[in-house]
């Protein structure tokens, strides 16, 4: 009898564990295993990172498939590193830009030259810096190549999210403040939230953008420095010095899968999640689906386990800071109007005071004849560049639109598109030079093509982000009115996507500028064609060492950049924010 009652108070004690929902199931069991694989996994990856610096010498990257899953592990890992610090950097710096006036003028021309600047420029001075902090030890290393992989993220994100919150529907902005809603209320509940959809499709395209330099950024070659990083870029680099096709096949087959693997497991949760963001009033027709997604949300312990954070967070997005009274309560408008022209003047002393510095380093080994090769160059890329985005506009904004007003098409093309954008330009490089020593074409028109390649995505990334966020009730009111064809295009979602293609193109165009590096010298073995532009100028003086032509020729590329955007981006950002708003 006592043991019958022993057992029967087992079981009653395990209904009521389940009642609570404290007994694990399948799905949590499935979760569980998948956490652990991938804590296996990263803790692996980073004590590789920390191993001696001596070793690199001794254990040469190898063509030898048996060792491409170590080496996506090692690249994946640099890749979130980078997007982990793109974030970081996104959310501090964009939001002081679109919050604060002063900061603006100083945060977008400096991010503005930031996005001209090739990651070989940032390879240049930053190599050295960041293996003498860790010496004898691979760590500097790496961090050098996240550096340079995090600078082919950032911008497109900080841009992206800058862009978000200051197209924040007026009237919600209104009912936040009716609602007594503090700053960090306000950003937590409204901005962030309504920014999200950019910023997560702008994240995925970052990701793919990293992609594309990873071969610049763990094969470095910096005058007599030469570090080559175990990873799928370092693979690809010797695959191309060697000749060898099937090497540059096993690695584009490496990438396709790591590409595939965090689509399913990271960015399709996230987009599942993203979705409940969207600005509208009326519900949506299909709602993306993940099947991590669903895993999560059907998991019983876990659910316990997070519980306790997720209301820790919750809690900390409705803290209620003591606000500071804005500035323009507490001085008169002639004050502020001073204040804003002192803080001008001293922003335009420091850029001058940073140009004279410039101007003195490259006069003692340059003289003003110089520079006329860089510039005519830079004209050159500049028509390039022009050219390129005008085209890809022209293509990916309608494929773009069709795409994101199709949850469902978007599910199937997203991963398609990350690879896509992922695609490194070098691998295409033997095609390319075997294709045009044949054929005896030019260079300078058939290896341009090469610097739209990864960039275009931008393009299309932002556009599929503007229409997927577009609100149902608007096209509704199209479809009612009967708006069709140009009419339909002109007045609903030209102006509705207008803000999200302005931040793709600004940041294809100087993702193009940075991709003119690559793409002006193509190398197949011992054949090396060049393209007469800046980014051959930049490539060369850096194999060289010649540091003086480097800082010469990032000058120039952010020169043209910089006027580019300031006399073409620029008012088109202005003219978003004021006439193109969904309001």
């Not at 979130?80 to 603006?104: G, Q």
């Not at 209104?174 to 509940?189: C, D, K, P, Y």
């Not at 991709?515 to 060289?544: H, M, P, R």
Request: with cysteine; aromatic share 12%.
């Amino acid at each position: 009898m006592a043991f019958l009652s022993n057992r029967e108070a087992g079981r009653s004690a395990l209904a009521t564990l389940a009642r609570n929902r404290v007994l694990p199931n399948l799905y949590d069991l499935a979760a569980f295993a998948l956490l652990a694989a991938l804590a296996i996994l990263a803790l692996h990856g980073a004590a590789a990172m920390r191993a001696p610096l001596s070793g690199l010498p001794t254990e040469p990257v190898v063509l030898d498939p048996a060792l491409l899953p170590d080496y996506a592990l090692r690249t994946t890992m640099r890749m979130f590193a980078a997007i982990i610090a793109s974030l970081a950097f996104t959310f501090t710096i964009a939001t002081l830009a679109a919050k604060s006036r002063r900061a603006e003028m100083v945060i977008i021309p400096a991010l503005d030259i930031l996005q001209s600047v090739p990651v070989l420029g940032f390879l240049t001075f930053t190599v050295t810096f960041f293996m003498g902090l860790f010496p004898g030890s691979q760590l500097g290393a790496e961090c050098a190549s996240i550096f340079a992989i995090f600078t082919s993220q950032a911008w497109n994100m900080a841009f992206s999210f800058y862009q978000s919150l200051r197209t924040v529907p007026r009237d919600l902005d209104e009912v936040s403040r009716s609602f007594g809603l503090s700053s960090w209320q306000r950003f937590w509940r409204l901005e962030a939230p309504f920014a999200m959809p950019g910023l997560v499709w702008n994240t995925m395209m970052s990701m793919s953008g990293g992609w594309f330099f990873v071969v610049a950024s763990e094969a470095i070659t910096v005058g007599d420095t030469t570090v080559q990083l175990p990873g799928l870029g370092s693979w690809l680099a010797l695959a191309i010095k060697e000749q060898n096709f099937a090497a540059v096949a096993w690695a584009v087959l490496a990438m396709a899968i790591v590409i595939g693997l965090y689509d399913q497991l990271l960015f399709r949760p996230i987009v599942a999640w993203a979705d409940k963001f969207r600005f509208e009033q009326t519900a949506g027709q299909r709602k993306p689906r993940s099947w991590v997604h669903g895993l999560a949300r059907r998991t019983r312990l876990l659910k316990r386990l997070t519980a306790p954070l997720a209301w820790l967070g919750g809690r900390l997005l409705l803290v209620r800071f003591r606000s500071v009274p804005p500035l323009r309560h507490e001085v008169s408008a002639g004050t502020s109007e001073t204040l804003d022209r002192a803080w001008l003047v001293l922003i335009l002393a420091i850029g001058a005071w940073a140009m004279w510095t410039a101007i003195a380093y490259l006069g003692q080994s340059l003289s003003w004849s110089d520079a006329w090769d860089p510039l005519a160059r830079g004209l050159v890329t500049l028509l390039r560049v022009t050219l390129l985005i005008a085209v890809a506009s022209v293509i990916w904004i309608p494929v773009g639109v069709w795409i994101g007003l199709r949850p469902g098409i978007a599910e199937r093309v997203q991963p398609v598109a990350q690879f896509l954008a992922a695609f490194p330009a070098n691998v295409l490089f033997p095609f390319a030079v075997v294709a045009i020593v044949a054929t005896g074409a030019s260079p300078d028109i058939w290896l341009s093509p090469l610097m739209v390649l990864g960039t275009q995505w931008y393009i299309l990334f932002n556009v599929i982000a503007g229409a997927s966020a577009f609100p149902t009730d608007l096209r509704e009111a199209a479809s009612v009115y009967q708006l069709r064809s140009w009419t339909w295009w002109r007045r609903v979602m030209l102006p509705g996507i207008f803000p999200y293609y302005v931040t793709g193109a600004l940041t294809a165009s100087g993702g193009s500028w940075n991709a003119s590096i690559v793409a002006e010298v193509a190398s197949w073995g011992d054949t090396k064609l060049e393209a007469y532009g800046l980014g051959a100028y930049i490539a060369n003086a850096t194999e060289a060492g010649d540091f003086p032509r480097v800082v010469l020729g990032i000058a120039v590329m952010s020169l043209f950049v910089t006027l580019f955007n300031r006399l073409l981006w620029r008012p088109l950002y202005v003219m978003a924010e004021r006439r193109m708003r969904l309001d």
